[in-house]
């Protein structure tokens, strides 16, 4: 499964606003939810929080991969949020996230979703990627940035 298959422009979103970690997680479902027939807002939601009390998705560098599962899903839903202004998300290193690829994964999705985590951990771990997705204009440019289109 390749980022390219799971986002597009319209499930890219830039400059967000969040007062707190809970309210972004909140809009995280609210995205995950909008072109879904399988998720609820509420199912994505729990799942996220559930995920979360397990220890932080935050990994670094202003990076985060907000992920779950859910019960009854047959397709992995996905959106990249950039933050206009960083927020703390309990990142490994301490430092606010303003970057972050978000899933819904179905509840048996197994060994598909962990090569998943591990392919966008790895995007991630490009500190020139990571400038030139701060820098990019628009959910286009983020698009061809995040499928490898652009670089």
Do not use: W, Y
Request: charged share 30%; glycine share 8%.
């Amino acid at each position: 499964m390749l980022i390219s298959d799971l986002l597009s422009p319209e499930r890219i979103r830039c400059d967000v606003s969040s007062s707190s970690k809970k309210r972004l997680l909140e809009l995280i479902s609210e995205e995950l939810a909008r072109n879904s027939d399988e998720f609820t807002q509420r199912d994505i939601f729990e799942s996220l929080c559930a995920r979360e009390r397990l220890g932080s998705t935050g990994l670094g560098k202003g990076v985060a991969i907000p992920h779950g599962r859910i019960k009854g899903g047959r397709h992995v839903e996905a959106s990249f949020i950039r933050l206009r202004k960083p927020l703390p998300f309990d990142a490994i290193d301490g430092e606010p996230v303003d970057l972050l690829f978000c899933l819904a994964v179905p509840e048996d999705c197994g060994e598909d979703h962990l090569k998943l985590l591990a392919q966008v951990a790895e995007l991630f771990s490009d500190s020139e990627l990571l400038e030139e997705l701060r820098k990019a204009k628009d959910a286009g440019t983020l698009m061809q940035l995040l499928s490898g289109t652009k670089h």
